[in-house]
């Protein structure tokens, strides 16, 4: 998880969101991010973590192939 984080933070990116155990992403220092929304999803399952100390803020929307049921 760490050196995912550390690539994304080579390439640019300004943060990263995660959905899943918020136990097991705390460790990593993901947040839940009152300013950040999943649709559809309890914000204590989805949290972020911004690589600055700017909040991120906005609606994420996963691409559509996480759609797939088949």
């Known amino acids: ?7 994304l933070q080579d390439l640019g990116a300004t943060g990263c969101v995660v ?8 460790r990593f220092c993901f947040k839940a991010n009152a300013g950040l929304e999943l ?3 309890p914000q204590e399952y989805f949290q972020a973590l911004s690589f600055s100390s700017d ?3 906005g609606t994420v ?9 088949e």
């Open 1 to 7: 998880m760490k050196a995912s984080l550390a690539q």
């Open 19 to 26: 959905l899943g155990d918020r136990d097991y992403y705390s």
């Open 39 to 41: 649709p559809g999803v």
């Open 55 to 57: 909040l991120l803020v």
């Open 61 to 69: 929307l996963y691409h559509e192939s996480f759609d797939a049921t």
